[in-house]
């Protein structure tokens, strides 16, 4: 999800029972709106919040959060060692590990609710290693000969 979509969850639009979230489409970047699938570490980090606010998910001493860029953000990412980070550098991350996990991408373009395939290949980065197990799935021909003559037995 964006900053703004996370800031901006309302309780209505967490359902917790059937483990999704929706974005309404006038708070979607391309105004469409979009339901996200919520996994149990989630759906952990909204049951944490249940009863702190009566309309929205995410508060800060009893407000709706407004800021993430704060220096308790700042101070876990220096500590983390993490330089040049943004927050839109989740969407990258969250797309290239489920490409690296076989998420296929017809699934992670509705995951993320990326209009093309396209759109789906400029977030999800693979590392060039990450093709081994792909080259690998191409091992089952391991045994055989060769069908081109070795170079020093020929």
Known sequence: MRQANVKALKWPYAD???????????????????????????LSVLRKQLGKHPTHVFTYRGSPVSNVNTKAWNAALQRSGIDNFKWHDLRHTFATWHRQAGTPTHELQRHGGWKTGAMVERYAHVAPEGLQDAAARLDVFSGYAAATPDERTA
């Open 16 to 42: 917790l029972e059937r483990s999704h979230a929706w974005i309404p489409a006038s708070q979607r970047k391309n105004r469409q709106a979009h339901s996200v699938p919520l996994n149990e570490m989630a």
